[in-house]
Structure formats: C-alpha cells, structure tokens
C-alpha cells in the first residue's frame, strides 16, 4: 500500500516537469507565432505582450514589395521574392526527396537481397558520406558548380540534396527491407514474374511505412537546409532559409515579418511531421531496434 | 533437370543486371558529388589558390597546413568548437535522456505531447537562431522579461553553477566570469547581456542548441527504453531490487547503444556548427563564437583563400573522422557487452 502511494507520487510529479518541459519548449514557437500575428508597435513591447490584436499586416508586408505613403499608409508596389523563394523550396525539397527515396529504396534493395562485393565497406562509405561538414566539401563543389554552371539552378540544388539524403536514405530503408520476409518474392519468382515485378508488387507495397518515414526524414532535412542554398544560389534558385536569414541584415529588422515568414514556411514541415508522427520513433532508430 | 539449370542461370542474370541497376545510380551519384570534390580540395589544399583570382593554382607542398597549424588563432577556433560541443552533448544527454525517462510511462495524451516535444528539432537552424536571437535580446528579449519576473531562482541557479564549477575545477566557461555575470544579471536581471558579451554568447548558443536537440536525445532514449522488456523489471520487482539497480542493470545496458549512437550524431553535428551560429551571433563578439566550420566559411568565401581553407577543411575532416572512429569503437564494445 504505502509503496503504491509512493509510486503515485512519482507518477505526479513525473507529469509535473514534463508539463513543465513542454512549456519551456513551446514558449519560443508560440512567441514566434505571436509576434507573426502583432502590430508592429507591439513587436518591442515592454513588458511584452501576450494579449494583443492580431492582424496581417505582417503578412502582406512580406509578400508584397511596398514603400511608406506620405498619408501613413503602406503603398503596394508589387509581389517580393518570398511567395518565389516558398515555391524553389517546395519544388526542390519535394523533388530532391522523391529522388533520394527512389535511389535509396532501390540500392537498398540490392544491398539486402543480394550478395554484393565488399558489402560491409561499401555501406560504411556511402553512411560515412553523410558525416562530412558540409562547409567542407562545398569548396570544391562550388568550383564544380561555376565550371558547369549550376549555381544558382534548380537542378543544382535538387542535385546536392539528392546526394545527401541518398546515404540516409539506403541506411533507413535497408533497416525496413531487411524485415520484409525474403519468401514472399521467391513465392513470386516461382510464380513467373521477374525479379523486378516482384520489387514492384510485392517489396514496395510492404515498405510503405518505411518509404513514407524516410520521406520525412528527407524532406526535413531539405527543407531546412541552408549552408549549400546560401552559397550555391544568389536569386533565381534561392530557397526560403537564407532569404530569411538575409533579411536580419536590412537595415531596421523588421521582426514581425520575419515571424510571418518563418510562420509559413514551418507550417508545412509540422504539419506534414505530424500527419507521419506514428511512424517517426520507428525511423528514427536506424532499425536499431526491432519491433 | 537442365531447363531447371537454365533457368536458375537465367535467374542469375537477371538478379546481377537489377542489382546493378539498383545500386548503381546511387554509387556513381556518391562518387560524382563526394569523392571526387574531396580528391580536387585534397590537391588544392597543396597549393595557393583563390577561386576569384585568374591565377591558376601554385604548387607550395605542406605550406598550408604548416601555416594552419603554427597559427594560434587556428586552435582557438578548435577550441571554441570543443568546448561548445563538450557542454552542447552534455546537456542535451542528461535533459533528452531525463526527459524520456520521465516519458517512458503511460498517461492520457501521450501520443500526442512527445511529437509537440519534438517541433524544435524540426526547425531550421536559420529559424531558430533568428528568433532566439530575439527572445534574447538585452532590452526587449522575452528571457530577460521572465527572468525579472523570478530573480531569487535565478540567483539560486548562479550559486549552483557556482559551486559545481568550483567542485570539479572547470576551466574557462563555467569560470568565474560566468557566474557573475549570472549573479550580476540577477540584481538588474532586465540587463542580461546574452549574446553580444565574450563569455555568455558562447553560453547562450549552448542553451539555443539545447533547446533544439536534446528533443532528438529524449527521442533515441525514449525508443531505446521502450524496447527494454518489462518482464525483466517484474522480474526484478520479485527479488526487492532497488530503483537505481534496475536502472544500473536493466536499463542502461540495454539503452546505451542507442544513446551511443544519440551521442555520435550529436558530437557530430555540433562540430560542425555553423548555420546557427552564422544567424545568431555571426561569430562574435569579437571572435568568441568562431567555430570553425564558420571560419572556413569565411576563409573560404569572404578572404577567398580557397587553397589554405581546403587545408582547413581536411583538418577537420581528419578530426571527425578519428572522433567517429572512437565513438563506434566504444559503440561496439557497448553492444557486445549487452
């Protein structure tokens, strides 16, 4: 009885600090959706403010290029690059991780079914890929680039983001395949159907989750990254990063629309995270763990 | 019997045509966009070279990494990077791995409070630096406000941190400079000044990277720990074990791989800080957050150096490389003894 009493007790206060933790983890998130939602003359607030009277103002000075009128009033002017540089993002992001899923899937494939020379290396190679600052291989990469002329192209940046998260990719999915049973495809094969049917009808249908975990993985990594954007593009192929980074050295920060566009272009990537939550502790464990 | 053969022939054809295929695209993909950059720097970083310039690279044999390595500001980016690694991984183990300990239970809503948990880690490094950057403001920063609100626990906290910097001799960051400017802060705590002083940006960015990854710590533990069978804790539960021997028997043993490998991400990651610290204090003040992967950065692409930071580059690589190479060594040895 008393031990019972004493575990209840622990029990409560265990819920205390995660309450607690979760607090100290959102504050910044809500302050940021806050501020997104402030008038600017409640930005610097001071005691700052909870309750405030949200508008969009934010919003449409971030999307629209505009100057201050004599009368006090903004004057519209034009679209800004941001609705451009959301879009570069999603059309890179999206298009880099299908690439990397696709790629990774298949040489996942190979590499769980078959025998392949010096297996064991080659996999530590192409993880060890994945390891390296990305400050250093951009050198190199950026003169690669200049030669070719794909700085500041889609297709450069689709390209660099396929290639990192290709390693993450094959390591994730082979920890999926590997626990498909390899009798299903020989029941398949015996059936007539080629080796590759097979993969198509019955390995693919059976790593759904995995494809749909490792996706986000990808996408996340993607969408957030900003190292390679910030060096490899200036202005047609920028993604949303460091255009938003870029708008801390304007004279004058404007917080509040800084807020509205990191607003935005997070929302994709939670909600898209959260739709995927069940499958995401499983993932992240590198098939570390089996269940 | 031998259109069987032929056929299992046929098979074989087959099966060594789609793994090529297969696995393929992904190797020439590696080899393109990695190995063959990394063999151009390893040559480049022999000779003098800027990538502006129209002069083609000179030959000057180990120059670079003589130059690199005599210089001490070179070590004092390194040392910058490990000590923020050091406190970075230390506090993000203990708080992840707290954390998921506290989780590892069942109540209502738990599905839905551990991926709220995680957002942080879902952001970009650029949107975290921009906003803490804000949140730290010296005037108008949201910290400072909530700490005006408690200043006796903080002036509790700054004595804690006082007497463990004491207890253990911690060089430099919990140095004295530290806490009292911690303790300074609490008698006008609306002025802290975080991340534009010499001592506390560097702290400042530790508690930023903090924020956002100890989620993915508690993340491993918590998959780690929910894997740990519970008929072993019944079982212990049986013979009176004590709390703190399950958790020395039962529960690390079987966790520390997974937080081992928790560990070598993290390590890794935090050596190569860079985003972050570009966005939130830009290195400064001074040189007091130049890690240096933003050294590089700016070797590279501010002074256009490009020969001396491929040297650079390789340093580092080196050191990551040996630093990787420990942790699976003890990876190994940890999954073995379990």
Redesign the interface.
Known sequence: MKRETKKKTYHIIALIVIAIALIFYLIPVYWIISTSFKPYVDTFAMPPKFWFKPTIDNYKGLMTEGYMGTDGKRQVTGVSQYPRQLLNSVLIGFISTALAVGLGTMSAYAFSRFPVKGKGDLLFFILSTRMMPPVAVVIPLFLMYRALHLIDTHFGLILLYTTFNVSFATWMMKGFIDEIPKEYEEAALVDGYTRFKAFIKIVLPQSVTGIAATAVFCLITAWNEFTFALIMTTKNARTAPPSLASRMGSSGVEWGQIAAGTFIFLLPVVVFTFIMRKHLLRGVTFGAIKK | MGSIANASKM?GM??YR??M???M???I??IV??I???L??LV?SFTKYS?IASESPTFVGTRNFTQLLSDSSTWSYFRTTAYFVLLAVIAQFIIGFG?AL??N?D?KGK?F????????M??????V???????LDT??G?LN?LISLFPSTIHAIAEGINKIAYSISFPYIISPSITDSLQQATNDARGIIWLTKPNMALFSLVIIDT?MWS??MM??S???L??VPKYLYEAADIDRASGWFKFRHITLPLVS??LF?ALLFRT?DA??L??LV??ATNGGPGSATETV?LN??RR??ESWN?GE??AL??I??VI??AL?NIYIKYLNKARSGS
Do not use: E, H
């Open positions: 098979r087959q099966d789609l793994k295929m297969f696995i695209p992904t190797l993909l590696l966009m990695n063959f950059p990394l151009w720097s480049l990538a954390l506290l989780l239970r109540f599905s409070i551990v991926p709220l948990l995680l957002i942080p879902m952001l970009s490094p650029v949107v630096g921009l906003f803490w950057r804000f949140i005037q108008w949201l406000y924020w989620p993915f993340l491993l918590l998959a780690g929910s894997a791989p997974l490998i890794m050596f190569k860079f985003d570009i966005i992967s590089l950065y590279a692409f490009t930071s491929c580059a390789y580092l690589l990551i490389i990787s």
